[in-house]
């Protein structure tokens, strides 16, 4: 399995892992390059190619890629709080503790919790009500239905200066601001990886890596 285009699963398990264990500086630089390759790969160049088409568009193709991009912002979202959190944050459950939630609580739950501690969405998504509706009434709507709920409208420039503001009750969202906060997120993650003393980010950083490179084709 590829983590990115001629770097495999098999190449990250048994070459570059147990340099990394070992706390070898060039081979955090690989991984971390490895790991922004992946990202560029799958998300930030397929968001940007959507962005030049609506740009280049004509009267007699017209295209509307306000959901597809949203869509994979989202998706952009889930995988960079499983970086943070060190996977896929489904607990362990014991003879005293409360079930597992649905897959949609504990997302809902992930949504909440990047848009609180995130210093590029948090001054817009400034309360725990805000955060919830997006995450249900956007995320999940948008994923799961292709549509937004509850008076969630997508935007391409407006609202100007922030990325969400209140409209009859419901929101209007700016995706070009929704993004560019998104990509600032992104390189505050590569920096923060690139800095030898944020140990527990750079755990849950493998933690992550690892469980994907686990759940590909076993190879002997």
């Not at 200066?161 to 600032?184: Q, V």
Request: aromatic share 12%; proline share 4%; net charge positive.
């Amino acid at each position: 399995m590829e983590l990115c285009v001629g770097f495999t699963s098999h190449q990250w398990q048994r070459q570059l892992r147990p340099k990394l264990d070992r706390g070898e500086r060039d081979a955090w630089e690989e991984a971390i390059g490895v790991f922004e390759r992946r990202l560029k790969e799958r998300f930030f160049r397929c968001i940007d190619a959507l962005f030049e088409l609506d740009q280049e568009a004509n009267r007699n193709e017209p295209v509307r890629p306000g959901f597809s991009i949203m869509a994979l912002c989202c998706l952009l979202i889930e995988t960079l709080q499983s970086f943070y959190r060190g996977g896929r944050g489904t607990p362990d459950t014991g003879a005293h503790e409360a079930p597992p939630q649905p897959d949609w609580k504990r997302t809902t739950r992930a949504f909440k919790e990047f848009l609180k501690t995130s210093k590029h969405f948090n001054v817009d998504f400034h309360n725990t009500q805000i955060r919830g509706d997006f995450a249900v009434y956007f995320r999940h709507a948008i994923l799961h239905e292709a549509e937004t709920r509850r008076g969630w409208l997508i935007e391409k420039t407006v609202p100007q200066g922030k990325i969400i503001e209140r409209l009859n009750g419901g929101y209007r969202l700016n995706r070009t601001s929704f993004y560019e906060a998104l990509r600032c997120e992104f390189q505050d993650y590569l920096r923060r990886l690139h800095n030898e003393s944020e140990e527990e980010l750079r755990r849950n950083f493998l933690k992550k890596m690892d469980e994907i490179c686990e759940s590909g084709p076993k190879r002997g």
